[in-house]
């Protein structure tokens, strides 16, 4: 088990499935979590300070930071509209931006940075262009900050989850979850837990050589031949 006692981890978009799970795991690593519970309530490109100082304040200290807040929807990319296409981008893309931006000022050498992007950043989904266009964008904002964070010691690394189960899922898209258990080697879907195990060993020390990657968590589905 990796050993996180004694350290301060902020997890934005806690109140989630997936983000429940990453606070989770840090949890049972011994770290003390903070857990922001926003997506777009308390817009994060506006209060990304404030809670990022909040809990460096009342910790006295900041280790790491998993950028997970994030937005879904599905709408067709031909009558999507700027609004729509721009409340995701501001959301996926621009609050991880600024709470790493915030964070960077409290992270010590050795801390970590962990965005939260998506396996769709680089194979698209119908009805997806925008979250799939922020996801992409973020995976790069990592490798950038991975570069200029570097030599003060912090890394910025992705985690790129595939479908991770959620309550509910096998009954609202049935066939979807038929096609990926039918695609996956491992032939399960993901859970929370699985993405926070990886989000834990980005943070550990276990990955101190490890920055500007993107850790893809989908059970080799992405593995599998497109013809």
Same mark, same amino acid.
């Given at each position: ?69 994030? @937005?879904? $929807? ?8 700027? !609004? &729509? /296409?721009?409340?995701? +981008?501001?959301?996926? #893309? ?64 992705? @985690?790129? $989850? ?8 096998? !009954? &609202? /898209?049935?066939?979807? +979850?038929?096609?990926? #258990? ?46």
């Amino acid at each position: 088990m990796i050993d996180l006692s004694g350290r301060v981890v902020l997890v934005t978009g806690a109140g989630g499935t997936i983000g429940a799970g990453i606070a989770a795991r840090f949890a049972d690593a011994g770290a003390l979590v903070v857990r922001h519970r926003g997506t777009q309530d308390g817009d994060l490109r506006t209060e990304a300070q404030r809670v990022v100082d909040e809990a460096a304040a009342h910790h006295g200290r900041l280790d790491a930071v998993v950028n997970n807040a994030g @937005v879904q $929807p599905v709408e067709p990319l031909p009558g999507m509209t700027i !609004e &729509q /296409w721009q409340s995701v +981008v501001d959301t996926n #893309l621009t609050g991880p931006f600024a709470v790493t931006q915030a964070a960077a000022a409290h992270l010590p050498a050795g801390g970590s940075v962990t965005h939260i992007a998506s396996i769709e950043g680089r194979n698209p989904a119908e009805g997806h262009a925008h979250y799939s266009a922020s996801k992409a964008a973020l995976i790069m904002h990592a490798r950038a900050a991975a570069l200029e964070y570097g030599p003060r010691g912090i890394r910025v690394n992705t @985690v790129s $989850p595939g479908l991770v189960a959620r309550p509910g899922i096998e !009954e &609202q /898209w049935p066939e979807g +979850v038929a096609r990926w #258990l039918a695609a996956a080697p491992l032939e399960r879907l993901g859970t929370p837990e699985d993405i926070g195990n990886a989000c834990v060993f980005l943070a550990s020390d276990l990955a101190s050589w490890i920055t500007g990657h993107d850790l893809v968590v989908d059970g080799g589905v992405t593995a599998r031949p497109t013809w």
